[in-house]
């Protein structure tokens, strides 16, 4: 059977053409590209089978990124791993705003709080060391998750691009105590999804504790709110579209919205 015909097969049965190029590419072991120039040859009869195998795990609706074990942030790839969270498009005008305050107060230490994969943390320090301007701050991120493959991933991710980044297990940031008063800017995309809300069937292979954020999803906020004097310090987090108002209340912070014009970014700037 041509590639070509395989791929029809499977377009008819919901599966996008794009998606279908690069499952095949990792079976071959290959770039998506050599699928393109060669996808009306025969597909070689020792792939076709785990060429199927792939298309039919992605069609249960097992997300493409874990699949292919990469993931597009910010313009660069970075590795992806089941029992991780999959970076969400929203999270690329985070990094972008706290870009934005790090150029505007010249901060130097940056602390993610859940890291997860990295990608925040990791572009955050990659934009700061390639921009002229930036890099002559020195800028420093430390990044902290409760979940340890989270913490393997993030660091494998910052050896990709030899990046330095000092990435700890434990919660909030518990594993920088003694670094807290000298942190200028704290960033996070928490787990913000309230309890027994119905996910869409890929967030079903995520891990749930990076999505429910508890009975109300503010519980991240409310307890590292309770916990940390930010006095001197920009907070800003990644909030779901329904929690501006009650944020904006607990926090005395503002509420920017993402590209779908939904509430999205939470700003606390305690610099004044
Ligand atoms: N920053 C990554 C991103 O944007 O793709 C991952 C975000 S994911 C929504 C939330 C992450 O926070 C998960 O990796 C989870 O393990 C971690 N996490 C949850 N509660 C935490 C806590 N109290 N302290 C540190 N990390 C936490
Ligand atoms: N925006 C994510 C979603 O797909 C939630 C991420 C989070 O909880 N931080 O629902």
Redesign the pocket.
Known sequence: MKFSQIVQAYKDKGLPEREALLLIAKVLGKKKEYVIAHFYDECPEEFLESVITLFEKRLTGYPLQYIIGEVEFYGRTFYIEEG??I??WE?EGLVELSLEYIRKYKLRKVL??????G??AITIALECTNDKELSALGVEVFG????EK?IALARKNAMRYSIKCDFRLG??AEPFKDDWDSIDIIVS???YVRKGTQLQKELEFE?Q???FGGEDGLE?YKEFFKRYETSGKIVIMEIGEDQGEKLKALTGGEVLKDLAGKDRYLIVNKRG
């Open positions: 991780v969270l970076p969400r999270t993610d709080i859940g890291v997860g994969s990608v925040i902290t998750d409760v979940n989270a919660e909030y995309n928490p787990p891990p504790e990076a999505l991240f």
